[in-house]
């Protein structure tokens, strides 16, 4: 087992390599002879340095194209914030993009001095987003969850991103201490009767940005396929009319929050629709199109942030 000093040696060697190649424009063979290694460890210096986040890029040219969508998105849904990113030819499905802006969004939020609340759904797009987060501190400010930690396992929940952000920015956290969804309407309000489950209801109830991602209902759902419902309340909740879910709460093609199926058991924080404070969503694909444009004209987020491709689809209807 190499020793603390050594592994600490050795990043401290990456970071010094990913700052010559990245920063300062030097070739690997450059790095080499400025480091005294050989061009094989150069590039694996590099290599470590990227695989463990001890530098990180963001792109700060404004983007004309991506401009234009993001502006024509704001108008046709009314939206007060909106990011679009460009689409990766070679893997169009691909978070990274929307991560970033979404965790630019957090870190502008959070380097405020007033404190603030920030709450968070829950999801691959949340997790993505909350890895791109630089370290700050943030002792005043305070990080609620939207959904329950807990998964149907009984297990906590892989993509809870809440602990994590925590971790990334010294703030106040408070996860929520249940299942997504529970077995019954009258168990659902036992928990909620919880006094320290109140509490985290109330803080998010006021939190000045909520973040989340946007989830489809078809034969795709997240929420199905990891198991949260099964195939019958999948079905169940079709047949009620839900094409889309925000944290857990699954709402119509014109964004109205549905009544029945798993809605009377999700113990999220409740949505409001029309969105009452800051509420941003981020998601991108083809088969969200439906979702997350029954989100956007039906009020229920009145932020996006996705590609040039999605946004695209978006505006051709």
């Known amino acids: 087992m190499a020793a603390p000093d050594a592994d600490a040696s050795r990043l401290d060697a990456a970071a010094r390599a990913g700052w010559l190649y990245f920063i300062a424009g030097n070739t690997q063979d450059e790095i080499a002879r400025k480091l005294n290694v050989s061009r094989a460890t150069a590039q694996r210096l590099v290599s470590l340095c990227l695989s463990e986040r001890l530098i990180t890029f963001r ?12 502006a024509r998105l704001k108008d046709a849904f009314g939206l007060s914030h909106c990011d679009v990113v460009p689409t990766d030819p070679t893997s169009p499905s691909s978070l990274a993009g929307i991560a970033e802006r979404a965790a630019a969004l957090l870190e502008s939020v959070l380097g405020a001095d007033k404190p603030v609340i ?3 759904g829950t999801g691959r797009a949340m997790r993505a987003a909350v890895e791109q987060v630089r370290p700050m501190d943030c002792p005043n400010h305070q990080l609620v969850s939207l959904v329950g930690n807990i998964s149907p396992d009984g297990s906590a929940s892989f993509f809870d991103s809440v ?4 971790d990334l920015t010294k703030a106040r956290h408070y996860p929520m201490p249940l299942p997504v969804f529970v077995s019954s309407a009258a168990e659902r309000e036992q928990l909620l009767r919880i006094n320290s489950v109140s509490r985290i209801r109330a803080i998010a109830e006021k939190a000045d940005l909520r973040l989340m991602g946007i989830g489809q209902i078809d034969q ?6 990891d198991g949260f419902i099964s195939r019958e309340e999948l079905l169940e909740l079709m047949r009620l009319g839900a094409v889309g879910e925000l944290t857990g709460w699954a709402y119509d093609a014109q964004g109205h929050i549905i009544e029945g199926g798993s809605n009377q058991r999700v113990t999220s924080a409740p949505h ?10 981020a998601a ?7 979702a997350i444009r029954a989100a956007l004209a039906g009020g229920a987020l009145n932020g996006f942030i996705t590609d040039e491709a999605t946004a695209a689809a978006l505006l051709q209807r």
């Open 59 to 70: 792109i700060e040219h404004p983007i004309a194209g991506c401009m234009e969508l993001a």
């Open 118 to 120: 920030v709450a968070i």
């Open 163 to 166: 602990s994590r952000l925590a």
């Open 220 to 225: 795709g759902a997240q929420l199905y396929i």
């Open 272 to 281: 409001r629709v029309p969105a009452e404070m800051r509420a941003v969503g």
């Open 284 to 290: 991108i694909g083809p088969a969200k199109l439906p």
